[in-house]
């Protein structure tokens, strides 16, 4: 189930930048704070939660 977009600006929902992340784009969390494509992901508990449900 890879994310077709490549960077954070290219990704539709926060799942697919979950996917991204997952997928090795390290770069989605610069910040390091675990929350990936802040300009669509926008909680810890959102990306947690998709997290589980991809088994990432």
């Known amino acids: ?18 996917e991204l992340w997952c997928n090795g784009y390290r770069r989605a969390d610069a910040d ?8 669509i992901c926008y909680t810890l508990e959102q990306v947690e939660e998709i997290r589980n449900a991809i088994g990432c």
């Open 32 to 39: 390091k704070d675990g929350i990936p494509c802040e300009n």
């Open 1 to 18: 189930m890879l994310a077709a977009a490549q960077t954070c600006k290219q990704v539709a929902s926060c799942e697919e930048a979950v």
